[in-house]
């Protein structure tokens, strides 16, 4: 019989100490692994963020925002101007224009409405009365029904006219956005559900991306044309936004959208990703200093850094959860060991007396611990399993609750017009990537990843060798017959 | 060889030192069957762990054919255990969850001796001490006492020791197989010259041994015995 049957059989002599053992073993393995696992999983996502969306400044024109307000328009020199601060590491300039149904603008004008020269303007960006440059005809019908939201947006944007004729339900205007890389308008990389990318998007092309709902409204696919202003456009791919009013979109080439608005060198807004979070304040302010004041309103996801912090702090919280938890199990694995090798003394001092060295007991003692907490780290890697994605979204649950409201805050118009959310034209221009960080922070999950649980088990493991290893050595060290005599 | 030279080890018990093993000294040529006899509590047991190493004396010192005990580190006493001393304890000292077998080939395998050849030699010892071949298997917790005691004395054989050191090796046994035992020893120390130290109270074996001492009060004494009568050996 080698050392290592004895140890084995040795772990089951006592079936009935051997199955609490693991048991309590299961559960402290269990716990520790499961808070590493939250820990991992929340951490992931705020890197998540901060790579997305945490480190990405919005620049608007001065006094304008999407649709809404004045100024003059951004223009490319501004952005090259922009490229050129430190720390910034890539610039896409986006311009937004509004398209409407042909059909329903040829009605419109019909009825006797002067058209889109309503006052005050959906086209705030183009200076007053400018709004007429952006403001275009398409084949493509909108895929969210006007509802009580749009029908009251519109009267307040003066767009039903001067008619008092109440107008039947119509629906909303479409956005379509020129990027200047594959990115949306909040600067999130795009989700191509089907087909492919526009390719260069600093080039004219007359391929365009549509919202998964926009083209099902359609009844688009791939390759499908539709028009813009009389001039065909090809569907290359659809992507999904993730949100109703995300996917009632356009997106073109940025040249493409310029040349569609007649205006070759402006820019709607730019989206500025910094390098680094920690940067991106310093940066923010450089970045209006050197586009001045006048000219561009510099804007930050203030409250998903508030969000990427509230989840920074549950990282914190399920970290140190994670290290208690692992010194509980440590602690346990110890104590349990001990008591074995306690338990054992005599043993000992019988493989002493019949010439065992010192290394042949540590040796089997040690082996002996790691079957059980071999049995223990897979039980508790069973429990893991099943209470770290419960644990996860409890802690993720708590954490989106104190930013909803915050979300909600961000998404609404300048215009301070009630109701915010995805009716309101443009509303989402700058507040957007708060709808997106809120969806992402109730949808971590955690997954138990075979490294993280490796990682968790070979700490089980170290301290379940020093639990046997030591006490072993220390009896081992006594002269046999002090430990045959007994206590 | 061994030579005890003015072994003495003390205990301190509450604010009383009491000394069971008082300046022994005797020399035992290789080859002796002896024994020591005493009352209970007399140091009997204490001076059979000082001499196999399990203890260290307070004084004096234990040398084993020119080598001496007590300058030796524990790596090195270990090592003599397991080569030089064979143990039979009085509670025999057994790991109780191994089969018989297992038990003795233990000081085989700390010896280093391959898992077939000391398997061999296990179940020969077994056979030597008469122990039933369907009890070699057996748990040593589902074996008597008598069965015990000589799985004992074969795991004292194992390593084919100079000295064997035994408490009251016969004290569970009855009178055949103690005879027998007795027997068996004492062809040890004739045929393969192994010295052979019994503590006992049995007055067959004391009888039956080359020397016989007396321990009274940590203090050894000798006496005369006749000249060793021949014993059949049966195994």
New interface residues.
């Given amino acids: ?3 290592l049957a ?1 140890s084995v ?2 772990a089951f ?1 006592n079936k009935v100490r051997t199955a609490a053992v693991v048991a309590v073993l299961a559960v402290a393995i269990g716990l520790a692994l499961a808070m590493l696992v939250a820990n991992q999983a929340v951490g992931a996502k705020v890197q998540e963020l901060n790579a997305s969306v945490g480190t990405v400044l919005t620049v608007n024109p001065a006094g304008g925002q999407g649709f809404e307000g004045g100024g003059e328009p951004l223009t490319t020199e501004q952005a090259t101007a922009a490229a050129a601060v430190p720390n910034v590491s890539a610039v896409v300039g986006t311009s937004s224009l509004r398209l409407r149904n042909a059909t329903e603008a040829a009605a419109q004008a019909a009825a006797g409405q002067t058209g889109q020269g309503g006052p005050g303007g959906q086209g705030g960006q183009g200076g007053p009365g400018g709004q007429a440059a952006a403001t275009l005809t398409t084949s493509l019908t909108a895929a969210v029904d006007a509802g009580t939201l749009g029908n009251r947006n519109q009267q307040s944007n003066g767009t039903t006219g001067s008619g008092s004729t109440t107008q039947p339900m119509r629906s909303l205007p479409i956005t379509a956005t020129g990027i200047g890389a594959e990115v949306d308008s909040t600067g999130k990389a795009l989700t191509i559900a089907e087909g492919a990318g526009l390719g260069d998007y600093t080039a004219e092309s007359t391929n365009a991306l549509l919202g998964t709902t926009l083209a099902e409204k359609n009844n688009l696919s791939i390759g499908s044309t539709f028009t813009i202003n009389d001039q065909a456009y090809t569907v290359a791919g659809l992507f999904d936004a993730g949100t109703s009013f995300g996917n009632n979109a356009v997106y073109v080439t940025l040249p493409t959208a310029q040349a569609l608005a007649g205006t070759p060198t402006e820019l709607s807004s730019m989206i500025v990703t910094v390098n680094s979070l920690e940067n991106v304040d310093s940066t923010k302010a450089a970045l209006q200093d050197a586009l001045g004041t006048d000219k561009a309103d510099v804007t930050q996801g203030q409250n998903l850094e508030t969000a990427v912090s509230s989840l920074g702090s549950v990282k914190n919280i399920s970290f140190i959860a994670f290290v208690a938890a692992l010194a509980t199990a440590g602690l346990i694995i110890l104590l349990i060991m001990v008591m074995l090798v306690r338990e054992r003394r ?2 000992i ?10 290394r ?1 007991i540590g040796l089997q003692f040690v082996l002996e611990a790691l079957v059980l907490a071999a049995l223990g780290s897979a039980a508790g890697a069973v429990i893991a399993a099943f209470a770290s994605s419960g644990i996860a979204s409890a802690l993720i649950s708590t954490n989106s609750t104190s930013t909803t409201p915050a979300a909600t805050a961000g998404r609404g118009m300048p215009g301070g017009v009630p109701g915010g959310g995805a009716g309101f034209p443009g509303g989402g221009q700058g507040g957007n990537p708060f709808g997106g960080a809120s969806q992402l922070l109730t949808s971590v999950t955690a997954s138990a990843s075979p490294e993280v649980i490796a990682a968790g088990v070979a700490a089980v493991f170290g301290v379940a060798i020093i639990g046997a290893l030591v006490p072993a050595l220390l009896t081992a ?1 006594i ?4 430990v ?1 005599r007994g206590e | 060889m061994i030579e005890v030279k003015n072994l003495v080890r003390t205990f301190n018990s509450g604010d009383r030192t009491i000394k069971p093993v008082n300046d022994v000294s005797f020399v035992l040529e290789q080859g002796t069957l002896a024994s020591i006899v005493g009352k209970s509590g007399s140091g009997k047991s204490t001076l059979l ?1 000082l001499l ?1 190493a ?3 004396p307070t004084s004096g010192d234990v040398v084993v054919n020119g080598v001496s005990l007590a300058g030796m580190p ?2 090195k006493l ?2 003599y ?3 030089d ?1 064979g ?1 039979v ?1 009085q509670q025999f ?3 109780p ?2 089969s018989a077998v ?1 038990n003795v ?3 085989m ?3 280093g001796m391959r ?1 077939a050849a000391r398997q061999q030699r296990a179940k020969d010892l077994l056979e030597q001490v008469q122990l039933v071949q369907d009890k070699h298997d057996r748990r040593i917790n589902r074996l008597s006492g008598g069965e015990q005691q000589r799985v004992a004395i074969a ?1 004292a054989l194992a ?1 084919e020791p100079k000295l064997i050191l035994a408490d009251e090796p016969t004290g569970n046994l009855d009178e055949q197989t103690g005879d027998h035992i007795i027997s068996l020893l004492s062809a040890l120390s004739r045929d393969h010259n192994t010295t052979i130290l019994v503590v006992t109270h049995d007055r067959a074996l004391a009888n039956k041994t080359d020397r016989r001492f007396r321990l009274q009060q940590g203090k050894l004494t000798e006496e005369p015995v006749r000249p060793r009568a021949a014993v059949p050996v049966t195994a």
């Fill in positions: 019989m080698s050392v004895r059989g040795n002599r005599r043993e001092g019988v493989l002493k007396a019949i010439g065992a060295p010192n042949t060290r002269r046999p017959i002090e045959l | 762990s196999g399990l203890d260290k524990d790596a270990t090592e255990r397991r080569r001393i143990f304890f000292n057994l790991i969850n191994l297992d080939m233990l000081p395998e700390f010896a898992k795991r390593n």
